[in-house]
């Protein structure tokens, strides 16, 4: 056993019994690495990733490659997962020295941790033009012994270009309804009309572009955006990356037709793309988008969820060292021949139409398999996603489960996941939890817990969603340019304080952030918040038209900073028919606050009117007249 026996981090548990002396980023690594001045050898991924578990085997389960390894580098293992600010300024890195990234990232730092070269898998042959990881290995030391000049002037480059990324300066341009019309125009353009979702293979489900075009639709009339939703949502759950017995989607299609997966299944793209088949099936009526909504959660609960509430990060996408050996069929299993589609080793994936009779079936004659190992940590981002969807699909679709669900994920969040001060935590994971909470921690959390008051009623998660949004802008607000960094004012120094703006496949917690500012600050009648938000927007305002599809979130929370404002004050239970018929269509521009109370500015002076519950409808503040009769709200206007 290494040293990674003592982490709770199922990843580096999967190398702790390599022969590779592995640390965890830790002080103790750099200072061996300074004492002995040799290179850090930075190896980064996650506990379900295929190619890491194949560099694993090839690699650092291979007795001569630890030797080299051991010898000539200190060895330090990360979960990009627990520490999303060592992958993303590492990644980075990678990318600007060979144009791409991914995992397993293999990256080379100095003892102060300045990265001089870097990329992903590495074979343990040479292939497809890649060294074979010995020979990077070895030509990695002796540039570092032997021309510690060269090595000291490419760090120094890459250190000036992450800093002077992270220094990005706001747009003078005005933020304007244009910026929407350009985007929902690119989006178009990249649209594959046959399959589904933008560009070719590989695909990954867009979940935020289709909450945004979702939006356009709704704002503008505009057809063309439906339709991109609508066969992009078809594409997606035909079979193949989506779970047609289960429930819930694999990560990617590597194929353009959504049907070949890559394996895994991840918490955060079920979080994510629930709501939008939700919102699809308010907006549409199409019973097959509540199906997969319903299928989707009810797989996060069977698959994901932990005993103490909160939900498992993922599922691996190997079972038994064989890629999607789970999920996939032999031709003598019982299955239609019309729904099996070829995969590789004789076996095949399901796609097509199934009667509830013969999904039953073969869900329980595929529950007698062994399943893929599941990443049991519990990420603080990751469940605020979960806990947005499991509270607005509780309410929508009258799942009382779901709801209940979500009150006992929230609990976790406020409570194990949270230190004594009421800070967040990232991770949690067999009783212990670990590292401080990044932007994107508390931006989904604070996001979840707002949609959990609007289900419930209830004001205490009204109250901490404030409470987490203000902390949140106190420990990452950039004051001089404007935005959020994503580590905290007070966590560990890196080379460079980061900022993440990419959307894709999680909101960023910059326009996450930015999205619940707004809706709090409605709630408030904080302008502050509201400009907090709108620096975040001048930030990537130039960026967004180029490249829409990076900033699907953030591309909905300017649209709710461009609406016209909407605040629905109701006095009363959710229950009551008032309150079900104000919240009852897509209406994103609203912000909902539920009373009586004084203690929220939207709800002072407000009560009930004659015993009767009541909705107040409200721009600015400025109210109309309280209504109790569901027949008396006025559809809102766009």
Same mark, same amino acid.
């Given at each position: ?329 032999? %031709? /003598? !299993? ?5 729904? @099996?589609? &070829?995969?590789?080793?004789? =076996?095949?994936?399901? +796609?097509? *139409? ?122 990452? %607000? /950039? !004051? ?5 960094? @994503?580590? &905290?004012?007070?966590?560990? =120094?890196?080379?460079? +304080?980061? *900022? ?139």
């Amino acid at each position: 056993m290494n040293r990674l026996a003592d982490e709770t981090s199922p990843y580096l548990l999967q190398h702790a019994e390599n022969p590779v002396d592995w640390y965890p980023w830790s002080e103790e690594a750099r200072e061996l690495a300074r004492a002995e001045d040799k290179p850090i050898l930075l190896s980064i991924g996650y506990a379900a990733c295929h190619w890491c578990h194949v560099m694993a085997h090839e690699s650092f389960e291979d007795e001569e490659t630890a030797a080299l390894m051991n010898e000539r580098f200190v060895n330090v293992k990360v979960d990009r997962e627990e520490r999303p600010d060592l992958d993303s300024l590492y990644m980075d890195a990678v990318v600007a020295m060979t144009g791409h990234g991914g995992w397993p990232m293999t990256v080379f730092l100095t003892p102060l941790g300045e990265p001089f070269l870097g990329g992903t898998y590495f074979p343990p042959e040479p292939r497809h033009g890649l060294p074979a990881f010995r020979q990077l290995l070895v030509a990695v030391s002796d540039a570092y012994r032997e021309r510690p000049e060269d090595v000291a002037r490419q760090a120094g480059a890459l250190v000036d270009a992450l800093q002077e990324s992270a220094a990005i300066s706001p747009s003078a341009e005005p933020l304007t309804e244009s910026l929407l019309g350009e985007a929902a125009r690119v989006l178009a353009r990249g649209f594959d009309p046959e399959w589904g979702g933008f560009g070719g293979a590989p695909k990954f489900p867009p979940a935020s572009a289709l909450e945004f075009l979702l939006r356009r639709h709704r704002r503008t009339g505009d057809e063309e955006a439906l339709t991109i939703v609508t066969r992009t949502l078809d594409g997606m759950a035909a079979g193949g990356m989506y779970d047609l017995l289960g429930g819930g989607f694999h990560r990617y299609s590597v194929d353009e037709r959504w049907l070949v997966p890559h394996f895994e299944k991840m918490l955060y793209d079920n979080a994510l793309l629930a709501p939008v088949y939700l919102h699809a099936w308010v907006v549409t009526g199409e019973e097959r988008y509540r199906e997969v909504t319903e299928q989707t959660l009810e797989y996060m609960l069977r698959e994901l969820r932990l005993p103490e509430g909160g939900f498992a990060s993922a599922q691996d996408a190997d079972t038994e060292g064989v890629e999607g050996l789970t999920f996939t069929w032999a %031709a /003598d !299993e019982g299955v239609p021949a019309e729904l @099996l589609q &070829p995969f590789e080793h004789g =076996r095949s994936i399901l +796609r097509g *139409k199934l009667d509830e009779a013969l999904r039953w079936r073969l869900f329980e004659l595929r529950e007698r398999r062994p399943k893929p190992l599941r990443d049991d940590k519990a990420i603080a981002a990751w469940n605020g996603l979960a806990l947005a969807a499991l509270a607005e699909a509780g309410r929508r679709l009258d799942r009382p489960e779901f709801v209940q669900a979500g009150r006992e994920l929230a609990e976790f969040l406020v409570g194990p996941l949270s230190d004594q001060n009421g800070r967040l935590h990232r991770s949690w994971r067999a009783g212990r939890a670990r590292n401080p909470g990044y932007l994107e921690d508390y931006a989904d959390v604070a996001n979840g817990l707002y949609e959990l008051h609007v289900t419930s009623g209830e004001l205490r998660w009204l109250e901490e969603a404030n409470r987490l949004t203000r902390l949140a802008v106190e420990l990452f %607000a /950039d !004051e001089e340019r404007g935005g959020f960094f @994503l580590s &905290p004012a007070d966590g560990e =120094r890196l080379v460079a +304080r980061k *900022k993440e703006f990419d959307d894709h496949p999680t909101p960023s917690g910059n326009s996450m952030l930015a999205y619940v500012l707004l809706r709090l600050g409605r709630i408030w009648g904080d302008d502050e918040l509201e400009r907090q938000a709108a620096g975040v927007f001048r930030l990537i305002r130039d960026a967004i038209p180029r490249a829409p599809s990076a900033f699907g979130h953030a591309l909905c929370a300017l649209d709710l900073y461009l609406a016209r404002p909407r605040e629905l004050a109701v006095i009363g239970s959710p229950e009551d028919a008032i309150a079900r018929a104000a919240l009852a269509g897509f209406d994103p521009d609203a912000v909902v606050a539920f009373g009586p109370s004084d203690e929220v500015p939207l709800l002072a002076g407000k009560d009930f009117v004659g015993g009767r519950p009541a909705v107040y409808v409200c721009e600015r503040f400025a109210c109309q007249a309280p209504v109790t009769e569901p027949g008396e709200l006025l559809a809102p206007s766009v």
